[in-house]
């Protein structure tokens, strides 16, 4: 059986991917926080984690590959999103989470086997706050739940930053109710008006970082196999994740395998943001004409943990890319795979060599099966083409009808002919011309 390798964030190496139990496979990534339209480099870690959990059900048929995404419904962010607005927060975050579904789906990313909404998991955060307070890892203070980073002298081996880079990272302003800078908050108060759950330290919300280890804990388990998301998450977010969990189950860690991907920047510019007006929305892309899978192509271009570019012309060259894959694998049925292209993306999914051996393909059912571990090549070469190239099919043959009105058949056979070989058929008949594709 192929070897999957994976790069390891916290063992700063490639290791060979070795699933704890044999009955299944899995893996969490973190979620959206709803109350924004996903831009494009936000769609990055869903589409190449889309990839692994495509590529872990090939090489596992016979385990159960369980993808958690969780949904961060309860947010400063949709608080503010929805007082601008005048609405109930779930009011924007209904919204938005179904562009967002809307968004996965044109990229090709499948469902989640498991897609638990943090507001439907209170309880579940409220435990492990409780257990931590419990361990002498967190304290309570001022309405607010803390988790104490003194008391854990393991914290930090993922980002494996200083203290005063996780002091400065922690990104609260060190309250009064800290009885550390670094410390994090787990849980706050909710004044009345504002979204809030009743809890054992007052009415309040939860902290982003206490969500996904409570939701892991109770969907999954105390060790998941692997943990994923964007660069950006590794620390405090994911540091923060990994030391409260470990220290709720008694030293059992999160994860067995940590992955992140890199960043993703708008060509020409320092990096994509709202103020300086670059901001490309999945939406957006698409209402352009582009195709999803054109985006998607796009968006595997580059190796998961590089930077990538994205340019009009990345978006061009990988549209041509897949026309061209389109012609070549017809409307072949899938065959077996291509070992090739199973080889580069079981070492820590190098799609860059995966998708040049794709592109020497001759044998169009292996084309096809190849393709489709990389989640491309969805649909028959007619329907991708469909709707193409009508423009100047209907010129053509408003140029037959001329030349054949002027009685120059020679050239109104010629025209037949290059559109018959372009797979256009055309039927005369007393209303004037009709074309269908053949
Ligand atoms: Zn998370």
């Not at 964030?9 to 299944?24: V, Y």
Request: glycine residues 8%; charged residues 25%; contains cysteine.
């Amino acid at each position: 059986m192929t070897q999957l390798r994976l790069y390891d964030t916290l063992a700063r190496e490639k290791r060979a991917f070795e699933p704890a139990d044999p009955g299944r496979v899995t893996m969490y990534v973190c979620g959206p926080t709803v109350y924004n339209r996903a831009h494009i480099g936000n769609a990055r870690p869903f589409v190449v984690f889309d990839l692994l959990a495509r590529l872990l059900r090939h090489l596992y048929p016979e385990r159960e590959v369980i993808l958690a995404r969780n949904i961060t419904d309860v947010d400063d962010k949709i608080i503010r999103a929805a007082a601008d607005e005048g609405v109930d927060p779930s009011v924007v975050t209904a919204r938005f989470e179904q562009l967002f579904q809307e968004d996965m789906a044109a990229l090709g990313v499948h469902r989640p086997s498991i897609e638990p909404r943090a507001t439907e998991n209170i309880a579940a955060m409220i435990a492990m706050a409780q257990r931590l307070i419990q361990t002498g890892n967190a304290y309570e203070a001022d309405g607010h739940v803390l988790f104490h980073v003194p008391s854990d002298p393991g914290y930090g081996a993922l980002g494996r930053r200083d203290r005063d880079a996780m002091v400065a990272g922690a990104r609260v302003e060190v309250a009064t109710y800290q009885t550390d800078p670094a410390d994090c908050v787990r849980g706050k108060p909710s004044p009345e008006g504002m979204i809030g759950w009743d809890s054992p330290w007052g009415r309040g919300r939860p902290g982003w970082h206490i969500e996904c280890s409570a939701m892991i804990e109770r969907h999954i388990g105390e060790t998941i196999d692997i943990h994923a998301g964007g660069l950006d998450l590794i620390f405090p977010h994911h540091e923060n994740e990994l030391a409260q969990s470990r220290c709720a189950h008694g030293g059992a860690p999160l994860a067995r395998y940590w992955l992140h991907n890199g960043f993703l920047s708008m060509a020409g510019a320092e990096k994509m943001s709202k103020s300086l007006g670059n901001v490309v929305t999945v939406g957006e892309l698409l209402r352009q004409g582009h195709k999803g899978e054109v985006l998607r192509l796009a968006l595997l271009s580059a190796h998961y943990r590089q930077p990538l570019e994205w340019s009009d012309q990345l978006v061009a060259q990988s549209k041509a890319t897949l026309d061209r894959l389109y012609r070549s694998a017809s409307n072949a049925e899938r065959g077996d795979a291509d070992p090739g292209v199973l080889d580069a993306l079981a070492d820590d999914l190098n799609t860059p060599l995966a998708l040049s051996r794709l592109s020497g393909l001759a044998d169009p059912p292996t084309l096809r099966a190849s393709a489709a571990l990389l989640g491309l090549l969805g649909q028959d070469a007619l329907s991708w083409f469909q709707g193409e190239g009508d423009v100047r099919i209907d010129e053509l043959v408003a140029a037959r009808t001329a030349a054949k009105k002027a009685r120059n058949f020679a050239e109104a056979d010629r025209i037949r002919t290059e559109l018959a070989g372009d797979g256009i058929l055309l039927e005369d008949n007393a209303a004037g011309t009709t074309w269908r594709r053949a």
